[in-house]
C-alpha cells in the first residue's frame, strides 16, 4: 500500500505526464505553423486529431516514449490486463464484503482503484474521444465484415465476443501480463519471458490473419 504522500506523488506524477504531453503537441503544432504563416495551430490540432489512423510507426514511438515518462514520473508501468481482475476483485468485494481481500491475488493486487484501474479508463475515454473528432464514431453491434462472414446474428456476435474476450482475460493472466505488459513494459526492460510473449502474440496474431483474412 502506497502512503498518503507517495500517492500524492504518484497523482502529481501522471498529472505532469499529461502535462508534458500536451505542451509538446502545442510547441510541435506553434512550430509547425510559424513554418507556413497561412496555416493556423487550430487548423493543424484538427487535420492531425482528426485523422481516421495514424502512422503505427508514428504512434509505436509515441507510446514508447510515453512509456519512459511512467517510469520514470511514476514508478508505474503500461499494462492493462490487471485492471480486469481489480474490477473483478471490487464487484465481488461489494456481494461478498471484505473477504475478497483475504486471497492471495488480492492480497498483493488490493481490488481497489489505482493507477492501472484509471489507466484503462482513459484508454476508453481516449479511444471515443478520437473517433469522435475523427469523425469515425458510429454504434454498430455487428460489423459489417463479420457480416459477411458470419452472418447478421446479433446474438452469435455478442456470444462469440464474450467467449473471445473471456480467454483473452484467461490467457493474460496465466501469461502475467497482455500485449502492453509484456510487449511494452515487460520488453523494454528486457525481460525474456515478455520476449517470448511478444513473439507468440506475433505467431498467433499473423495465423489468425491468415486464416479470417
Not at 492531425?48 to 514508478?75: C, E, H, N, Q
Request: aromatic share 12%; charged share 15%.
Amino acid at each position: 500500500m502506497l502512503s498518503g504522500e507517495s500517492k500524492f506523488m504518484s497523482r502529481a506524477a501522471n498529472i505532469g505526464i499529461l502535462s508534458f504531453a500536451a505542451l509538446v503537441v502545442l510547441i510541435w503544432t506553434e512550430g509547425l505553423a510559424a513554418k507556413d504563416p497561412d496555416v493556423t495551430s487550430q487548423a493543424i490540432v484538427s487535420s492531425v486529431w482528426g485523422m481516421k489512423r495514424w502512422s503505427p510507426y508514428v504512434a509505436g514511438m509515441g507510446i514508447g516514449i510515453l512509456s519512459w515518462f511512467t517510469f520514470l514520473l511514476s514508478d508505474n508501468t503500461l499494462g492493462a490486463s490487471g485492471s480486469y481482475a481489480t474490477t473483478a476483485g471490487m464487484i465481488e468485494r461489494i456481494l461478498r464484503g471484505s473477504k475478497v481481500k483475504q486471497k492471495t491475488y488480492y492480497r498483493e493486487h488490493p481490488p481497489e482503484i489505482g493507477w492501472g484501474w484509471m489507466l484503462l479508463v482513459g484508454i476508453v475515454v481516449g479511444a471515443f474521444i478520437s473517433a469522435k473528432l475523427s469523425g469515425d464514431f458510429h454504434m454498430e453491434i455487428v460489423p459489417s465484415f463479420w457480416e459477411s462472414i458470419v452472418g447478421e446474428s446479433v446474438l452469435l456476435r455478442v456470444l462469440v465476443a464474450f467467449l473471445g474476450g473471456l480467454l483473452l482475460g484467461i490467457g493474460s493472466r496465466w501469461a502475467d501480463g497482455c500485449t502492453s505488459g509484456h510487449g511494452i513494459s515487460g520488453t523494454l526492460q528486457l525481460v525474456v519471458s515478455s520476449w517470448l510473449a511478444v513473439i507468440c502474440f506475433f505467431v498467433g496474431g499473423v495465423g489468425t490473419a491468415l486464416i479470417i483474412f
